[in-house]
């Protein structure tokens, strides 16, 4: 087994130097989460928010878009797919990053191929491989940066699904592999499942995790160690270090908490941490949108977040996240960190 460890490496999504690290989550585009088809005035709609979410995000310097294939059952990439036709020199201004591996119990999307049922995870080789073949087609496209497997198939070994991954890349379908939602040895299987098929050329390029001021789990297993504060479940020990030390990115979704600090009323049990954040957002002069971002992006470990807003001020605001954290100082955010906890630091 490779035992190769790089410490810089390279991927689609990487973004250019001063550019922001933020990435724009497209789950909201596709008119929702019906399962019946729209009309044409609701793919008008889909379409328009969108275009005016991505001229936001474009405008602001974000470049790079996540999607999935069961995101408004496949309507999220069928939306991207109509702005890209619609404007030819897109793609190139763009990276896109979808998942698959889900099979949602309900959808029209995999239903058919499927059987109806429950949720399930399916990593195989042959559903990699038309899973793919399915967003290329929605996307129109003949090839995606990265692909992230969306969550751990249990019954399906990491070096079939990394096998398929290969064989995608090198037809130019798909650049970068990336996981969502795994713990630690998991994502430690699929680097060296990749690292080992590739003689350590290759290794992951992203992990995806819900990460932000309200999932803290990552955070405070390494922050509470040694304490009985730590999170019970901290099945992801250890992967910020070990992102770090072998150079894959950590993505974090939901990093906007969902707008539970930064809507005008917030439920009671966030209010004093919203609270914190428009202080913090008075002291320095910027959006509370920017300050929730910045708390995440001032940890060490290079987080990418992934903003789900399809509100063009919204977007703007968390594209300013990143100069945001270069002036917060570590007293707001130990202030915000503590709110957020509802009690002080042992
Ligand atoms: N890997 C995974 O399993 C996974 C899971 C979930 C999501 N994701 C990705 O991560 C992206 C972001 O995830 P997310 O959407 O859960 O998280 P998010 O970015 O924290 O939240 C975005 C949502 O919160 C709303 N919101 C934000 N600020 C608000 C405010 N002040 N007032 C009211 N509503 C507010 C947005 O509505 P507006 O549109 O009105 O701003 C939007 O619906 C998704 O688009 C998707 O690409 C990945």
Not at 59 to 76: E, N, P
Not at 176 to 203: H, I
Request: glycine share 14%; hydrophobic share 40%.
């Amino acid at each position: 087994m490779s035992t190769g460890v790089s410490t810089t490496q390279a991927t689609e999504t990487t973004p250019a130097p001063g550019a922001p690290r933020t990435i724009l989550g497209c789950m909201g585009w596709g008119g929702g989460w019906g399962t019946g088809p729209l009309d044409e005035a609701a793919w008008r709609a889909a379409e328009d928010a969108a275009r005016e979410a991505l001229e936001a995000a474009l405008g602001a310097g974000i470049t790079v878009l996540d999607t999935a294939d069961i995101y408004a059952h496949g309507r999220s990439e069928e939306t991207l797919g109509r702005l890209l036709a619609a404007d030819p020199g897109l793609r190139e201004r763009i990276r896109i990053q979808t998942k698959c591996g889900i099979l949602l119990g309900g959808s029209p999307l995999y239903d058919r191929a499927h059987g109806a049922g429950s949720t399930r995870y399916d990593s195989s080789a042959a559903h990699v491989r038309s899973a793919v073949a399915g967003s290329l087609r929605r996307l129109g496209t003949d090839h995606v940066d990265t692909l992230v497997i969306h969550r751990p198939d249990v019954l399906t070994d990491p070096a079939e699904t990394v096998g398929a991954f290969l064989a995608l890349q090198s037809a130019g379908a798909v650049g970068s592999l990336g996981v969502s939602n795994m713990g630690l040895a998991w994502v430690r299987r699929f680097d060296d499942a990749l690292r080992e098929a590739t003689g350590g050329a290759q290794g992951l390029a992203c992990v995806q995790l819900e990460l932000g001021l309200h999932a803290r789990t990552l955070i405070e297993s390494v922050v509470l160690a040694n304490h009985p504060g730590a999170p019970a479940s901290a099945d992801t020990e250890g992967i910020a270090e070990f992102c770090a030390e072998r150079g894959i990115a950590i993505q974090a979704w939901g990093a906007l908490g969902q707008g539970r600090y930064t809507r005008p009323h917030p439920e009671p049990a966030d209010a004093a941490a919203a609270a914190e954040v428009g202080r913090v957002a008075g002291e320095l002069g910027v959006a509370p949108e920017a300050v929730v971002l910045a708390w995440l992006l001032r940890l060490p470990w290079g987080v990418r977040p992934v903003v789900g807003s399809t509100r063009p001020g919204r977007i703007a605001a968390s594209a300013g996240a990143d100069g945001v954290a270069e002036r917060m100082d570590a007293g707001q955010w130990y202030r915000i960190w503590t709110a957020a906890r509802g009690e002080s630091l042992p």
